[in-house]
C-alpha cells in the first residue's frame, strides 16, 4: 500500500514551509502595485478631463450670456465697435481655440502607462490557470460554489464575492475543457445568483444555453430539457435551443418507445437518479491524495504510535550538538519518517527567502526519459536554488542538514526554495529515479536521491532509498493546493555519492 507524506496547510508568510501562470506570491503581490499605480494614472486623468470641461463649462456660460443679450438687439450690439472687434476676434480665433482645447486628448498619461504596465499584465492562459485553481480547490477540499462565491473560507482576511459574471466565466472555463461537471456546477451558481437579483452584465439566457447542455452531456436529458424550455421562455426566438428542443425530445420518444415493451406499468416506478460526472483529470490515486489534504486520511494505530517517540538528538555526539541537541519526533513509522523542531531560525527563513525572491521561476521535473529540466501541470509553484558559497546562512543550513543526517552534503542538490500561490500544488509523486528512468539524475553523476530534507517551519526527514539502494514507494508525497494565503518551502535532496561509509549497502532488497 502506498502512503502519502503530505505538505498540508496554509503557513503564514513567515513560515519557510498552465506554464506563466502566476503562481508566485511575489508575482502577484506586484500586480496589486501595478494596479493601485493605474488606478492613480487614471484619477489623474479623470482630473485633467474635469479640468477641461470646467474650462468649457466656464466658455459656454460666458458665451450664453453674451449671445443672449447680442440676439435681442443685433444691429444696435454690433453697431458698438468694441463689441464688432470682440466678435470678430471670437469667431477668427477664440473658437479655434475652444475648438483645439475640446479636441485636446487628456488621456495622453494615462495610456502612455497602461502601455508600458500591460507588458507585466497576467494572459488568457493566466486568466484560464486562476480559474482552473479555483476549480481544483473546490474539488480538493470539497467546497460548494455557494462557498467559494461568498467569500467565505477559513482564515481568509479580506473577504471577497464572486459576481454572476465571474461564476459564469468558470463556468466557461471548465466549458472549454469539456469539463461539464464543473461547467453545470457554476452556471447553476450563476443562474442563482441572477434569480435572487443580481444586476449583471450577463443574462440567463446566456448562462441557461451552457447549463442545458452540460446537463445532456453528463446524460440527464430530463433536466437538460426541462432548462431549455426555460431558456425558450426567455427568448423564443433562440435557433440553438429550438434545434435542441427537438432533438432531445426526439432522443426521449426514441428511448420511450425502446423501453415500452419492458413493463406496461414502469412510469408508475421511481426512476434512479442519474450519477454526476466528475471532473475531467480525474484520477483513481487522487481520491486518497485529496482525502488527506482534507485531514480525513490514514491514522496509525494505537499500537503503532506506541513505537514512535520524541528525543534529543545530538548527531552521534557532534560537538555543535551535544549543549545543545535538536528535538526530534518520530512522525511516521513506514517509510521512518522524522520531524525537526526550532531547526531553523525565523531570521535565517527571511534570509532564504529574500535570496530566493528575484530568482523565482516555474518550477521543473525532470523528464523521465531524457533527463531534461521541463514544466508541468501537476507542479505548480515557483521555486529557486541558492549555493552554500554565495551566502553563509545558505552553508550554515547545508552543514546542519550534514552534521544530523550523518549523510555528506557535498554531493546534494543546491537548496531548492519553492514558493505556493494560491492553489499551488505538487501531486502525489517519488522524489527518486525509478528504473524505468535510469537518465533522471545522469548529468549530475552522483547517482539516485537518497533522502529527502524539507523545511516547512519545522523539517522532516526521510530516505528514498532502501540501503540496497532500491526505491522505498512508500515514499510517494504531494504538497496540497493552498486554499488561502501563499506557502514557503525549501528542500534538500542528497544523493547517494558519498554515503557508502555513512549508509553501507546491505544484502537485502528492502532494507
Not at 504596465?117 to 460554489?145: C, H, I, M, S, W
Not at 445532456?216 to 426567455?234: I, R, V
Request: charged content about 30%.
Amino acid at each position: 500500500m502506498i502512503w502519502y507524506i503530505l505538505i498540508i496547510g496554509i503557513l503564514l508568510p513567515q513560515s519557510l514551509a498552465h506554464p506563466g501562470f502566476f503562481t508566485s506570491i511575489g508575482q502577484m503581490t506586484d500586480l496589486i502595485h501595478t494596479e493601485k499605480d493605474l488606478v492613480t494614472s487614471l484619477k489623474d486623468y479623470i482630473k485633467a478631463e474635469e479640468d477641461k470641461l470646467e474650462q468649457i463649462k466656464k466658455w459656454a456660460e460666458k458665451l450664453d450670456r453674451l449671445t443672449s443679450t447680442a440676439t435681442k438687439d443685433p444691429e444696435g450690439f454690433v453697431g458698438h465697435p468694441v463689441n464688432a472687434f470682440k466678435l470678430m476676434k471670437r469667431l477668427n480665433t477664440e473658437w479655434s481655440e475652444l475648438e483645439n482645447l475640446v479636441l485636446k486628448d487628456m488621456s495622453d498619461g494615462f495610456i502612455s502607462n497602461l502601455t508600458i504596465q500591460r507588458q507585466y499584465f497576467p494572459n488568457d492562459e493566466d486568466q484560464v490557470g486562476a480559474a482552473k485553481a479555483l476549480l481544483r480547490l473546490q474539488d480538493t477540499y470539497n467546497l460548494d460554489t455557494d462557498t467559494i462565491s461568498k467569500g467565505n473560507l477559513p482564515g481568509v482576511k479580506h473577504k471577497s464575492f464572486l459576481t454572476a459574471e465571474d461564476c459564469f466565466e468558470l463556468g466557461k472555463v471548465a466549458y472549454t475543457e469539456a469539463d461539464y461537471y464543473h461547467t453545470e456546477l457554476w452556471m447553476e451558481q450563476a443562474l442563482r445568483q441572477l434569480d435572487e437579483g443580481e444586476i449583471s452584465t450577463i443574462d440567463k439566457v446566456s448562462v441557461l444555453d451552457y447549463l442545458s447542455y452540460a446537463v445532456y452531456q453528463q446524460g440527464d436529458l430530463d433536466k437538460a430539457l426541462l432548462l431549455t424550455k426555460k431558456l425558450l421562455e426567455l427568448d423564443p426566438e433562440h435557433q440553438r435551443a429550438n434545434g435542441n428542443l427537438k432533438y432531445f425530445e426526439y432522443i426521449m420518444a426514441k428511448e420511450k418507445d425502446v423501453n415500452k415493451s419492458a413493463s406496461d406499468d414502469q412510469s408508475d416506478q421511481k426512476t434512479t437518479p442519474k450519477k454526476k460526472g466528475v471532473a475531467v483529470d480525474y484520477l483513481p490515486e487522487r481520491q486518497k491524495y485529496e482525502m488527506l489534504c482534507r485531514g480525513e486520511g490514514i491514522k496509525m494505530t494505537p499500537r503503532r504510535q506506541k513505537k514512535l517517540f520524541c528525543r534529543y538528538h545530538d548527531g552521534n555526539r557532534n560537538p555543535k550538538f551535544i549543549l545543545a541537541p535538536a528535538k526530534q519526533e518520530d512522525e511516521w513509522d513506514k517509510p521512518r519518517i522524522i520531524r525537526f523542531h526550532d531547526i531553523i531560525s525565523d531570521a535565517e527563513i527571511e534570509i532564504v527567502k529574500d535570496l530566493a525572491k528575484p530568482r523565482l521561476r516555474r518550477a521543473t521535473i525532470s523528464n523521465p526519459i531524457t533527463g531534461d529540466l521541463e514544466t508541468v501541470h501537476y507542479r505548480i509553484s515557483k521555486s529557486a536554488w541558492l549555493s552554500g558559497y554565495e551566502n553563509p546562512v545558505v552553508s550554515r543550513i547545508n552543514m546542519r542538514i550534514q552534521d544530523l543526517t550523518g549523510l555528506d552534503v557535498s554531493t546534494a542538490e543546491e537548496l531548492q526554495v519553492a514558493n505556493y500561490g494560491v492553489g499551488g500544488q505538487y501531486e502525489p509523486h517519488f522524489d527518486f529515479a525509478r528504473k524505468d528512468e535510469p537518465d533522471a539524475f545522469k548529468e549530475l553523476g552522483t547517482g539516485n536521491r537518497i533522502a529527502t530534507w524539507l523545511f516547512y517551519g519545522t523539517a522532516v526527514f526521510w530516505y528514498n532509498l532502501f540501503a540496497s539502494g532500491e526505491g522505498d514507494y512508500s515514499t510517494r508525497h504531494a504538497a496540497c493546493p493552498v486554499l488561502v494565503g501563499n506557502k514557503w518551502v525549501s528542500n534538500k535532496w542528497l544523493h547517494e555519492r558519498g554515503q557508502e561509509f555513512r549508509r553501507p549497502c546491505t544484502l537485502s532488497e528492502l532494507e
